[in-house]
């Protein structure tokens, strides 16, 4: 199974999001594209828009881009698993590098929501990626096996996870888009460590409809996490079509 999602980010009005989910439901009526899994993580506060507007039998998963490891409390600002359960997710993004950087997530707070993800049910995307320093370093293996090892410390049983291997250098505008042969170490060491113990591994960063098909042929590269190009739904439906 591919999986071929987008998180919008702090992106999309509720009208946005009720064209995007409508175009998608009516491009998805008689099933998502054979092998494909689709996922849709807008902000939580479009999550039961687009829920309502795909439908009770949409293929697509739907989830948050963050959430707190305890279930509900004085945790101003913040959503728990179980709401974001009861809003539709299935999925929780956990650790993207913007989180790391500037919402101070460490792989102990990574590991506390992966362990709270899972035990509610949902499934963890858990973000991990290396900064350009340490990959001209050469350090990029060591790093995201790390990275993986610590979220997933004391996890039983990690077949529900899904990994996103996401490079800081390659992400968003200022990104420079990754070749196959940058990211086909780290996905031969992540297939080797996890492939047969986690549920996927997905590439994300700078992916477009130009680099798509090379770098679904990188092996052990289970899918695609988009973030601009898949920002409008004909973007997305695009790339839906191209796995
Ligand atoms: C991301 O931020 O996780 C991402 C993949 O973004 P983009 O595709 O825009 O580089």
């Known amino acids: 199974m591919l999986w071929v999602g987008t998180s919008w980010k702090m992106n999309g009005t509720l009208g946005f999001a009720r064209d995007y989910a409508t175009r998608l439901a009516k491009a998805l009526a008689d099933g ?3 092998g494909v899994q689709p996922f849709i993580i807008p902000p939580a506060t479009a999550l039961t828009v687009v829920r309502d507007c795909l439908g009770p039998d949409s293929p697509v998963l739907l989830g948050v881009q963050n959430a707190h490891w305890e279930d509900a409390g004085a945790w101003t600002g913040e959503i728990s698993v179980p709401q974001a359960a009861e809003a539709g997710a299935a999925l929780v993004e956990i650790g993207h590098s913007e989180r790391r950087e500037f919402f101070g997530e460490t792989d102990a707070t990574v590991n506390l929501k992966v362990r709270s993800t899972l ?3 949902l499934r963890p995307i858990l973000c991990v990626g290396e900064s350009a320093a340490v990959f001209e370093a050469g350090d990029s293996v060591e790093h995201v ?20 291997y996401e490079p800081i250098w390659a992400i968003g505008e200022h990104g420079r888009e990754a070749r196959p042969a940058d990211i086909a170490p780290v996905f031969a060491a992540l297939a080797d460590e996890w492939g047969d ?14 680099n798509a098909v090379d770098t679904l042929r990188v092996p052990g590269v289970d899918g695609l996490f988009v973030g601009r190009a898949a920002w409008t739904i004909d973007g997305y439906l695009g790339l839906l079509d191209i796995a």
């Open 197 to 210: 113990r986690v549920t996927a591994i997905l590439y994300g960063g700078s992916v477009n409809p130009g």
């Open 32 to 34: 998502a594209p054979s």
């Open 119 to 121: 035990r509610h049910g």
């Open 145 to 164: 096996l790390g990275q993986v090892a610590a979220a997933l410390a004391d996890v039983a049983d990690p077949s529900r996870v899904v990994i996103a």
